[in-house]
């Protein structure tokens, strides 16, 4: 393999358009997943503006870009898929019939060992490394979104005529219902921060917004409008108010959600379902041909799911001292954590004690 590495601001336009037509291709090589916005180089390009280290490995096959992995690289040699932590797709963008042997790969990129935690189905010199696979439910439209809606019926009636008369019911009681599909206020933005910040506090997680390159991250991509990856804000309004708020990112064929939040205030209507079918419809008007839902276990997400991709975590590791103490130190944090997660007799104690600990801290 011939292997550059470049910092992303050193690709060449043609090598952007390359990358860029490898994903618009993806649904027509059989590997639609590569064409997911997390693995776009607009992403890829937001990211190294607030993270250092962020390189793009180029592989050529006779002078012409065949494949494009976007990573980021610690000092000691330690790499990280880009974004882990926020990005929910990984892996490497490539060609039909590519193959590549993934520690040669490292080692051309100066990598003792690659960290993943969403690797994309469909790469097995890096799926070999995996050391768990998770569903990542996702929303089909790409029958249009009628098509969509009375699958859903079908396999969910009750819970989608619920959700279809608590929007009505939202409408005679606030006034009009409005859907704003590309919100270009930053104030929305703000807003949505706000409810995803409170809802992390009050159920006791970390909350992301909290680390100043994640805030950074959302805002660069709120005001990219390149094509065909892009951030893209979504709200449901009732009246002028905001009641509920999504910021993901899309590329031609895929809308990757990312940061669902809504107005504790209305909760009884249950405005993220009602968000996340109005989403739906407009992402199907534009083109789109589904929506990944992200990899975690919500009941909202099993309600609106039409079927699961995989993802994987893991660590293609070289014969280094670096990748054996990076990998001693990380898997059983991540073990343990799948652990609780995967087991309802320990997850369920484990959340409500979160839960406690956030409304205690509210309280402050």
Known sequence: MDISVYRPGELTAADRAA????????????????????????????????????????????????????YQRSLTGVGRAIGLGVSDCQGLVHRAG?????????????????EF?????????????????????????DQGYAAYLAELRLRSPKFT??????????????????????????????VLM???????????RSDRFAHPW????????????????????????AGERPIAAHFGLRSERVLACWFPAYDPDFSKYSPGLILH?????????????????????????????????????????????VA???RARRAPVRALRNTVVSRPELFEPADRLLKRIGKIRSKE
Not at 102 to 111: I, N, P, T, V
């Open 19 to 70: 990358w860029t037509a490898l994903q618009s291709k993806a649904h027509l090589q059989g590997t639609p997943e590569l064409a997911n916005p997390f693995l776009s180089p607009e992403f890829a390009l937001a990211v190294s503006h607030v993270r250092h280290g962020v390189r793009i490995a180029v592989v050529r096959e006779d002078g012409e870009p065949a494949a494009f992995l976007p």
């Open 98 to 114: 590519f193959a590549w042997d993934a520690r040669e790969l490292l080692k051309a990129c100066g990598l003792a060992v690659w």
């Open 117 to 141: 935690d969403h690797l994309v189905q469909g790469q097995p010199p890096f799926a070999a490394f995996a050391a768990a696979d998770f569903p990542s439910p996702v929303m089909d439209i």
């Open 161 to 190: 005529k619920s959700t279809l008369a608590k929007e009505r019911k939202l409408g005679r009681d606030t006034g009009q219902v409005r859907y704003v599909h590309d919100e270009r206020d930053p104030e929305a933005l703000r």
């Open 194 to 204: 706000e409810w995803k910040s409170a809802q992390y506090r009050r159920t006791g």
């Open 214 to 237: 994640i805030t950074q991250l959302v805002e660069r991509l709120f005001h990219t409008r390149s094509t065909p990856s892009s951030g893209l804000l979504s709200v449901l309004y």
């Open 277 to 321: 079918l109005r989403m739906a419809e407009a992402a199907a008007a534009d083109g789109i041909a589904y929506l990944d839902l992200g990899r975690g276990q919500k009941e909202y997400k099993d309600s609106l799911k039409t079927r699961e991709l995989t993802v994987s975590e893991g660590w293609v590791t070289r014969r280094h001292p």
């Open 324 to 326: 054996i103490g990076h």
